[in-house]
């Protein structure tokens, strides 16, 4: 299912590579439609991520959340919606890919990713779960990191072009970034009640290189997004001056 939701992104490439680019006057014509698809799916992944007792699901509501801002972020059929929109999408791969990497590891020492079963891993995991937090914040947009320059993108595109909807955006990315902090802190604080989770072994050697190196990632593209950018700006003018011609 994990799998699958992921996958969404591809939907996403698929817009910007395919289906927009065939259609344009179609797609321009329904304008409207983009944005309210973007956004009923943004405020649907953000609620979803409150109602989920399981980590693994939680990632993937938020991942369908970062489908429907980069849907919302198309509509406005600009330079800066696509810049954001492809910003956003690879810093999932950094950031997400980081947290389900984590989150399979957590798995390995407790057989769970259930909040209810992980009370108190911080306690005994306290690399894992600082590790997490990070490329959960960066999931949710937190300033600094990869996500922040490629949602800020999409929201002022979406501001720009779709008023309500962008303001609607806006009320579900603060929705994902509470909900991500909440069944954080019942995963991972509190107190340890399971013996799998009191025996857990912190992340060995080589996996804390491998988060190192994520942590990184995540840390330059958000402070430093400049060269990232740039790398997609021509790419992203040719794109917006293609629909609109």
Same mark, same amino acid.
């Given at each position: 299912?994990? #799998?699958?939701?992921?996958?969404?992104? *591809?939907?996403?490439?698929? *817009?910007?590579?395919? #289906?927009?680019?065939?259609?344009?006057?179609?797609?321009?014509?329904?304008?409207?439609?983009?944005?309210?698809?973007?956004?009923?799916?943004?405020?649907?992944?953000?609620?979803?991520?409150?109602?989920?007792?399981?980590?693994?699901?939680? /990632?993937?509501?938020?991942?369908?959340?970062?489908?429907?801002? +980069?849907?919302?972020?198309?509509?406005?059929?600009?330079?800066?919606?696509?810049?954001?929109?492809?910003?956003?999408?690879?810093?999932?791969?950094?950031?997400?890919?980081?947290?389900?990497?984590?989150?399979?590891?957590?798995?390995?020492?407790?057989?769970?990713?259930?909040?209810?079963?992980?009370?108190?891993?911080?306690?005994?995991?306290?690399?894992?779960?600082?590790?997490?937090?990070?490329?959960?914040? #960066?999931?949710?947009?937190?300033?600094?990191?990869?996500?922040?320059?490629?949602?800020?993108?999409?929201? /002022?595109?979406?501001?720009?072009?779709? %008023?309500? #909807?962008?303001?609607?955006? /806006?009320?579900?990315?603060?929705?994902?970034?509470?909900?991500?902090?909440?069944?954080?802190?019942?995963?991972?604080?509190? %107190?340890? %009640?399971?013996?799998?989770?009191?025996? +857990?072994?912190?992340?060995?050697?080589?996996?804390?290189?491998?988060?190192?190196?994520?942590?990184? /990632?995540?840390?330059?593209?958000?402070?430093?997004?400049?060269?990232?950018?740039?790398?997609?700006?021509?790419? +992203?003018?040719?794109?917006?001056?293609?629909?609109?011609?």
């Amino acid at each position: 299912m994990t #799998a699958l939701l992921v996958g969404l992104k *591809l939907g996403a490439y698929g *817009l910007i590579r395919f #289906a927009i680019p065939l259609a344009p006057d179609a797609a321009l014509d329904l304008h409207w439609l983009f944005a309210g698809l973007g956004t009923l799916t943004l405020l649907y992944g953000a609620v979803g991520i409150l109602a989920q007792s399981n980590l693994r699901v939680g /990632l993937a509501y938020a991942s369908i959340c970062h489908v429907g801002l +980069a849907v919302l972020g198309l509509a406005s059929f600009t330079a800066q919606g696509v810049q954001g929109a492809v910003s956003l999408l690879l810093s999932f791969s950094v950031a997400t890919g980081g947290a389900f990497l984590l989150l399979e590891f957590l798995r390995q020492r407790t057989g769970s990713t259930d909040i209810h079963s992980l009370g108190g891993a911080a306690k005994t995991m306290p690399l894992l779960a600082s590790g997490f937090l990070i490329c959960g914040l #960066a999931g949710v947009g937190m300033p600094g990191t990869s996500s922040f320059p490629g949602e800020f993108m999409l929201v /002022l595109a979406a501001l720009q072009s779709h %008023t309500g #909807a962008g303001m609607a955006a /806006l009320f579900g990315l603060a929705i994902a970034a509470g909900a991500f902090l909440a069944i954080y802190r019942k995963a991972f604080f509190g %107190t340890v %009640t399971r013996r799998e989770v009191a025996e +857990a072994e912190d992340l060995r050697p080589r996996e804390w290189a491998v988060l190192v190196i994520l942590i990184f /990632l995540v840390a330059a593209i958000g402070l430093f997004p400049g060269p990232w950018l740039e790398i997609v700006r021509p790419a +992203a003018e040719a794109w917006a001056a293609g629909v609109a011609r």
